[in-house]
């Protein structure tokens, strides 16, 4: 999944930020804990409030992936 989230970055720059985190790290943790991320992988989609929007467990394709980034470009916050 690396490469797909790699070229979603890229593809996304300046109008949101996708990150990668590793649950082997302690920020990874923290943010695992934060949103209840409790397998990998697990893809989070937070609003820019730090609310959760949508969450896909497990491994997925790159178009779902786009669909929900599209969906969190189109909503009010």
Known sequence: ???V???LRT???GRLDVLRV???SVRGRQ???TYGAAFTPTFVFVRTDGTLQSMILGETDE??????LDMLLSSPN
């Open 22 to 24: 590793s649950t082997h």
């Open 1 to 3: 999944m690396r490469p």
């Open 31 to 33: 943010v695992a804990g």
């Open 63 to 68: 178009e779902d992936l786009r669909q929900q």
């Open 5 to 7: 989230v790699d070229r």
């Open 11 to 13: 593809a996304y720059l």
